[in-house]
């Protein structure tokens, strides 16, 4: 049963909004989705009512972003990888709690960095599959960020996914042409390739 135009079964509880058939904030039998509703409730819970001007920053949740990822880094130098990988994680969803009147370029670029950054983590652990799958999710919320391409290239690489990975590095270098990392690793991609194709 789709909720159309027409009235809407709903219910307040607690402090959320649900179908009051089931009393889900996601329901597909009644085809009612609350979360976005919800979220932005939250938002403005937290305000107290005072709705901040165009463009307004949360300082100390970056803050709060920034030494998470911060400390990751740390904890990525000194090779205890597990501990960098819980602390990109976290940064990544303290970003995501940004409030909605944000301006969404900020989230995304806290993201695709911590993103790219626990992809680097996963290398360590040779847990490829990891660092492929954040390196992808990296770019595609920040398709200029050219890191995300050579850590994807590497974990394709790892796979021994030597045509991804070369196309990985190639659109990386299409943003940034003087790369020296980015041409470097393609030309061991290219390499790799073409002792497989030897062998």
């Known amino acids: 049963m789709s909720a159309g135009f027409g009235k809407i079964d709903l219910m307040i509880k607690g402090d959320i909004i649900c179908c009051r058939p089931h009393q889900l904030e996601v329901c597909s039998e009644c085809d009612l989705d609350f979360n976005s509703l919800n979220s932005l409730h939250k938002s403005l819970l ?19 972003i920034m030494g998470l990822k911060e ?5 990525f130098k000194a090779e205890n990888y597990l501990e960098a990988i819980r602390l990109y994680t976290l940064a990544i969803e303290m970003a995501f709690q940004r409030p909605m009147w944000e301006p969404h370029e900020i989230t995304a670029h806290d993201v695709s ?22 390196a992808e999710w990296g770019i595609r919320i920040k398709s200029d960020y ?6 994807k290239g590497k974990a394709l ?3 021994r996914r030597y ?10 270098l299409e943003f940034a042409p003087n790369d020296e990392s980015l041409k470097s690793v393609l030309d061991e991609a290219i390499e790799l390739k073409g002792n497989e194709m030897v062998e």
């Open 146 to 151: 050219v890191k995300g391409y050579f850590r």
């Open 157 to 159: 690489m790892a796979m």
């Open 113 to 134: 960095i911590c993103l790219s950054n626990r992809s680097a983590a996963y290398m360590g652990i040779k847990s490829w599959v990891n660092a492929y799958v954040d």
């Open 71 to 75: 400390e990751g880094n740390k904890q």
């Open 46 to 64: 937290q305000i107290n009512g005072n709705i901040p001007p165009p463009n307004a920053v949360n300082e100390r949740l970056s803050r709060q």
């Open 163 to 172: 045509d991804e990975a070369i196309k990985a590095f190639e659109v990386g």
